[in-house]
């Protein structure tokens, strides 16, 4: 019975750390499309972010950041063997939950209330021509976000291997989630 449950434990980290790896790098691959020059898929962007001078950067850095995450999720499976390096990868695990998940969930609140009319654009209230990319946000954008924090929890969750530190790590990441909403909420964006 020991066995089996450590087999699964084993499988179900490689599968998460998989997914974090194909996650991050499918979202990688469009932002090194626009970071080399590319011009397809912007209209999906709101149009001042895609007319800002320093957009190939920005869209250069985001890759970077997107390739780091996969290999977050490799490292995982592959490189976690001691004490110090699995603390690491856990804390690193926490840190993109709590963002990428609180970044995802203020997204789309905020998304929803925009076009909702509680809460403004710049434009004035929300016009579906003028502002598809407020849409965009919320279907394609914000939940990638808030998946990509969902399967980092996941995986610092199936790395550990006894209820009791499971059970922490779901409460770190919970308040680590609230704290990037109210932070959001107060106007500091971390991503």
């Known amino acids: 019975m020991h066995t089996q449950t450590q087999h ?18 499918v979202y990688m ?4 499309y ?11 962007l709101k149009p001042d972010i895609v007319q800002h001078i320093h957009f190939d950067l920005i869209n250069g850095i985001a890759s970077v950041f997107l ?20 603390y690491l990868w856990l804390f690193i695990a926490w840190a993109g939950c709590s963002l990428a998940a609180s970044h995802g969930i203020y997204g789309i609140v905020y998304r929803i209330l925009q076009i909702s009319g509680v809460v403004g ?33 996941l995986l610092g969750y199936c790395f550990l291997k006894n209820a009791r ?22 106007g500091v964006r971390f991503a």
């Open 8 to 25: 699964t434990q084993t499988k179900s980290l490689v599968w998460s750390g998989y997914a974090v790896f194909i996650w991050s790098i």
């Open 29 to 32: 691959l469009p932002h090194l």
């Open 34 to 44: 626009w970071a080399l020059g590319g011009t397809i898929g912007e209209g999906l």
């Open 67 to 86: 390739t780091v995450a996969g290999i977050i999720g490799l490292a995982f499976i592959y490189w976690s063997k001691g004490r110090f390096s699995s």
């Open 121 to 153: 654009l710049e434009s004035g209230s929300f016009d579906i021509h003028e502002d598809a990319f407020v849409l965009w946000d919320l279907v394609l954008f914000e939940p990638w976000f808030l998946i990509e924090g969902i399967l980092f929890g």
């Open 165 to 186: 530190s499971r059970k922490f790590w779901l409460a770190a990441c919970m308040i680590g989630i609230i704290v990037g909403l109210v932070t959001g909420i107060m």
